[in-house]
């Protein structure tokens, strides 16, 4: 196929995909949308096999996999997870228990799947890991389980994540709209009986020297009286302004990369590139070489970031109607047993660590999404509750930090090193 239409079709796709979801306000997740129609071009052969290929982006998407990865570690604030070390461990025990959910889900349905390379699958824990790797995490964990399985040449395998990948985020996002608008109900009745503190303006915690390190945008270092000098600004990064361009950054995270790759490879796979390009993304933020989001305001980070979604899609373009009815009954089963697991494990240990059932549940739900949906809900869940901009505040300063932090200790770091160690699993591995 012509590259630049192949490149354009792919283009058209995302910007339908994208548009849905906006006017939807993601119940209808770009993904979604872009999956389904990658998927119902590809079977009614509208899409030629090679599309995707042939637009270049998959290329792109297997060298850039691993920048991306450093990115999300500049993402991640050790600060953020001291204070929200509680909900880390509500995160860690959802994955945990959509593992265990699956698990016990095999060991029911397992004696009547057997298979080999030529149907796809080769064995019920095949399902297992790669149901746990798609519900737990995202398009890494994807990828991840996409890698093992093609490797042992188990297609169906590879498209069960995508499938579920697709379908998750319009699970989860009405499920944890609806239980987090009743902990914001929940907390309005807290605030206003007194006891969920109001937050302070931005003005008056930078007035007062106070506030939690994040609330004073703006307005640090002004006392209103001309004495205090205004404070220096922070350095971004202890970079060169030669390694801060465009170029300049893509050369220094691929370097990370590849340091990331050399210890995959001196390890025999044990500590996995992705995970050891994740934790030097966290430690090179918090020291300081890189700023935080390190990738953002680049000229090519757009792109990539396509690329990567992009990359998702590959094994749609194979997959034939005989797949879809294959798989009908393993993804139903892998979403209500994934979903038990999620609610009662994030229930049972948030409880008790003294979180409520729906702050706790909601925290779990976020594996099936993680950010920017955490964002998105909280602040929908607290405006629906609040009655004044007081009160939205409180709920919305509340609820907002766990939501952050637990899309990332579900979706960006826990499934990771979890997939990464069970998908030798696949096919008997």
């Known amino acids: 196929m012509n590259p630049v239409l192949a490149f354009v079709i792919v283009m058209l796709v995302w910007t339908v995909s994208d548009l849905v979801a906006k006017k939807t306000r993601s119940l209808l997740s770009s993904l979604f949308v872009a999956s389904i129609i990658f998927f119902v071009g590809f079977l009614t052969d509208i899409f030629p096999e090679d599309l995707l290929a042939s637009s270049s982006l998959l290329a792109l998407a297997g060298v850039v996999v691993g920048f991306v990865i450093v990115h999300l570690g500049t993402m991640i604030s050790l600060d953020d997870f001291k204070k929200q070390w509680k909900t880390l461990l509500v995160g860690i025990a959802t994955v945990i228990g959509i593992g265990l959910a699956l698990l016990l889900a095999g060991f029911i349905f397992g004696p009547r799947i057997t298979g080999s390379a030529a ?11 790669a149901g746990t790797g798609a519900l737990s995490g995202g398009t890494i964990s994807v990828l991840i389980v996409q890698e093992a399985a093609l ?5 169906s395998i590879a498209v069960f994540p995508v499938l579920i990948a697709a379908l998750q985020g319009l699970i989860g996002f009405p499920l944890t709209s609806i239980i987090l608008r009743r902990e914001a109900a929940r907390l309005k009745e807290e605030y206003r009986a007194g006891t969920l503190a109001p937050v302070v303006a931005a003005g008056a915690a930078a007035a007062s020297g106070g506030g939690d390190g994040g609330g004073s945008k703006g307005d640090a270092g002004s006392s209103g009286d001309g004495a205090t000098p205004p404070a220096e600004p ?23 990369v590849l340091i990331s790759l050399g210890i995959n490879n001196v390890t025999d796979g044990i500590l996995n590139t992705f995970v050891v390009a994740l934790l030097f993304g966290i430690g090179l933020r918090t020291t300081g070489i890189f700023k935080p989001s390190v990738l953002s ?10 690329a990567i979604m992009i990359l998702v899609f590959g094994p749609l373009a194979t997959v034939k109607p005989s797949d879809v009815s294959a798989l009908a009954v393993p993804l139903l089963i892998a979403f209500a047993f ?18 409520s059932v729906s702050m706790s549940v909601a925290i779990g739900l976020t594996s099936l999404y993680g950010f920017p949906g955490t964002m998105i ?39 990771v090193i979890v997939t990464s160690i069970i998908a030798g699993r696949i096919g008997g591995g």
């Open 338 to 355: 994934g979903i038990v697991g999620i609610a009662s494990f994030s229930a049972l240990v948030g409880k008790l660590l003294g979180y």
């Open 297 to 306: 305001g680049i000229d090519a980070f757009g792109l990539m970031m396509i």
């Open 151 to 155: 490797g042992v040449g188990l297609t």
């Open 234 to 256: 922070v350095p971004e990064t202890k970079l060169p302004g030669a390694l801060r361009t465009t170029a300049g950054t893509l050369f220094i995270v691929g370097v990370v």
């Open 119 to 129: 149907d796809g699958y080769a064995q019920a824990l095949d399902f297992v890991i």
């Open 377 to 415: 809900l909280s602040q929908e869940a607290a405006k629906g509750a609040g009655e004044t901009p007081e009160e939205v505040a409180a709920i919305e300063n509340e609820i907002l930090p766990k939501m952050i932090v637990a899309g990332f200790s579900t979706v960006t770091i826990t499934s």
